[in-house]
């Protein structure tokens, strides 16, 4: 279950409005616990990047919390730099998954598995053909990446469910692309 909360979007920003459909998401690992109260609370927390925020940078779409609850921060229909990627990010849709030793241990099974229910439904609004982590869409438009989401993310866990799912993709380290029907033989 996708929960909508209108916090962040009313108070900082609500996101750019896209001349194209978003086709990438991207995978993100918080830095700490509970990103989405560090970004919803962030005047009362004394979050630095409050003023980004008031810019539409440094937010994204989802969070994904350790107990599996997966609240949309941001309309998908809108889009805001999240991904070190410039204007790319016009493209793309985000998600973090919430961690609190920054990507080095595993993240949760309920996280994985509202992830692909969150998967599931951007693929049947949008027409979504990557799954990318942030390190590689940054190393894709800067040169350099960053550990992120970090080595606790099961790319296989996600690749197989995409093939479930009953798509075709081609598979690399942290990217799963040109995903699309397997045709029925
Ligand atoms: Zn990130």
């Known amino acids: 279950m996708i929960k909508v909360d209108t916090v962040v979007r009313k108070k900082w ?15 993100h690992g918080s830095a700490g616990p509970n990103p989405y109260k560090w970004v919803a609370e962030g005047d009362r927390l004394g979050n630095p990047r409050t003023d980004m925020y008031k810019k539409g940078i440094a937010l994204w779409h989802y969070t994904i919390n350790t107990t599996g609850e997966t ?35 595993l993240f949760k099974d309920a996280q994985y598995l509202a992830l692909y229910e969150l998967i ?12 990318i982590s942030h390190n590689k869409m940054k190393t894709r438009h800067r040169g350099k990446g ?31 692309s040109s995903i699309g029907k397997r045709a029925v033989v």
């Not at 941001?74 to 990507?103: C, F, L």
């Not at 599931?120 to 799954?131: N, V």
């Open 71 to 105: 609240i949309e921060m941001i309309d998908p229909d809108k889009w805001v730099y999240h991904s070190s990627a410039g204007r790319a990010d016009e493209q793309t849709i985000g998600v973090e998954m919430e961690h609190r030793d920054n990507g080095t241990t």
């Open 13 to 27: 920003h609500s996101g750019f409005k896209r001349s194209v459909s978003p086709c990438i998401l991207v995978v």
């Open 120 to 131: 599931d439904f951007l693929m049947s609004q949008y027409p979504i053909y990557e799954i």
């Open 146 to 176: 960053k550990q992120c989401p970090g080595p606790g993310f099961d790319w296989d866990k996600v690749a197989e469910h995409v093939s479930e799912k009953g798509y075709s993709f081609q598979y690399t380290a942290e990217v799963i």
